[in-house]
């Protein structure tokens, strides 16, 4: 048991996947998972474990934004071995080429700060995507008929952004789409080194304003998971 896991040693499996809210990880152990059984609820933030075509799986929350990931990411890693973390996600959309629905692979994520950059003083540490579960995240979803989008996004602390012109250059570099989790996950694993991925669909979209529904976004999240537990085990 550590602070936020109430699991006992063994019940977290080596391949974990995080969605943001808790409630996604019941609903996808519920539906992936052979045997899953709940293995966390502290604070209501819940971890199933169960077999994916035979592989020991591990759904677990992370919580909204890179200081909650980043608690439970460094207790998975640290305190129960976990060795491959996926997040799953949704993300708004920053180009225009990028459409509601689309998957988004990140292969790196820039910030202003996160949880991690006191730690590396005045370090600008480039978090990225370990390229083995990225180029098999590739192939998952190409193999589902889906060409995802690869490449920069931006992980902000700041859902409610003012910032029109931080927005704006961002859109201008390149990056694919905002979201809230994804520079610290990096960032983490790499401290541990071990291995991490995040896999998004555009929920919403910036420059546009469009916003997918509830019953679209359920069924992307499990196009998500499958992709997700594809490049895993691929
Ligand atoms: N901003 C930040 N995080 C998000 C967004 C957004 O527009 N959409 C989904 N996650």
Known sequence: MTIHIGAEPGDIAPTVLMPGDPKRAEWAAQRFLDNARQVNAVRGMSGYTGTWQGHPV??????????????????????????????????????????????????????ISTPSSNMLRELNFA???????????????????????????????????????????????????????????????????????AVLTVSDHLITGAALDSGVRESSFGEMVEIALGAAFG
């Not at 608690?71 to 990028?98: K, P, W």
């Not at 008929?145 to 029109?164: K, L, M, N, Q």
């Not at 570099?173 to 989790?181: F, R």
């Open 58 to 111: 591990t759904i677990h929350g992370s919580g909204m934004g890179m200081a909650s990931l980043s608690i439970y990411a460094n207790e998975l890693i640290r305190d129960f071995g976990a060795t491959t973390l996926i997040r799953i996600g949704s993300c708004g959309a920053m180009q225009h080429d990028v459409k509601l629905r689309d998957v988004i692979l990140a292969m790196t994520a820039s910030s």
């Open 127 to 197: 978090p990225c995507a370990d390229w083995g579960l990225l180029r098999a995240a590739v192939h998952a979803a190409e193999a589902k008929g889906s060409t995802p989008h690869v490449g920069g996004i931006y992980s902000s602390d700041t859902f409610y952004d003012e910032r029109a012109d931080l927005t704006e250059a961002l859109t201008r570099h390149g990056a694919l789409a905002v979201e809230m989790e994804t520079a610290e996950l990096y960032t983490v694993a790499a401290r541990y080194g071990v291995r991490a991925l």
